[in-house]
């Protein structure tokens, strides 16, 4: 069983401090990696995709995989209350059809 | 921008009456897939689709689950006999393909989905 674990939070941090948010995973195969950001009752909004070890960076957010230690990582500078939602870390399986297994997510809440 | 729909945003059916899902995927998209949120769940993977024919599906998609691309456009969810447990968020998603760089997919807005 394919597993992706993530803090469930809430994660509150003051407006313009950087939030960090963080997901293990269980395939070591993997290779592809999403960072997913989802309002309450709406769907997931793809923020940021990963393939490569080391940091990627896109405006405020930079996301960090680590093969090595299963570990996908994502910050977000200069956080604003509008970026309070939660973050949903998925993992693609591309020997299974392309599924996304999905953390459970991380609540962030961003206080003015 | 190009995304998503679904229709309807959200359905109220009886236990046992059958529903149908829809989606329109981005138009040059290849991969589509279903997924499910229950409340307070995390999100499930359902089925995956290429080629008009299922690529992989879940141990939740059971016999009284279909999915279907009836036309050049639309790729629709069928439940047969709905269960109370069938109450959750469907969310359709597609991707322009299954290699790495194009696998991203991009969720529709959902289908709020309530057996009663």
């Known amino acids: 069983q394919k597993e992706v674990e993530q803090n469930s939070g809430p994660l509150s941090v003051p407006e313009g401090a950087i939030a960090s948010l963080n997901c293990t995973y269980s395939?070591?195969?993997?290779?592809?990696f999403f960072w997913y950001r989802q309002y309450s009752g709406k769907s997931p909004e793809l923020i940021m995709s990963?393939?490569?070890?080391g940091d990627k960076e896109d405006g405020r957010f930079t996301a960090q995989l680590n093969k090595a230690s299963q570990y996908v990582s994502l910050l977000i500078r200069d956080s604003q209350p509008s970026d309070s939602a939660t973050y949903l870390c998925?993992?693609?399986?591309?020997?299974?059809?392309?599924?996304?297994?999905f953390g459970g997510g991380t609540r962030l809440m961003v206080k003015p | 921008e190009p995304e998503v729909t679904q229709t309807p945003s959200h359905q109220v059916t009886q236990m046992g009456q059958e529903v149908i899902l829809r989606c329109v995927p981005i138009?040059?998209?290849?991969?589509f897939y279903w997924y499910r949120q229950i409340l307070g769940q995390k999100v499930e993977f359902l089925v995956s689709f290429y080629n008009n024919e299922i690529s992989e599906k879940s141990e939740i998609f059971d016999d009284q689950f279909s999915v279907e691309r009836p036309d050049g456009s639309n790729f629709t969810l069928k439940i047969r006999s709905t269960k109370l447990e069938d109450s959750a968020m469907y969310f359709c998603?597609?991707?322009?393909?299954?290699?790495?760089?194009?696998?991203?997919?991009?969720f529709g807005p959902g289908t709020r989905l309530t057996v009663l």
């Open positions: 998603a597609s991707s322009e393909w299954a290699d790495i760089r194009g696998d991203t997919q991009y």
């Open positions: 138009s040059n998209h290849l991969y």
């Open positions: 998925a993992v693609l399986n591309n020997n299974a059809g392309n599924m996304l297994t």
């Open positions: 395939d070591r195969g993997s290779q592809s």
């Open positions: 990963i393939y490569s070890n």
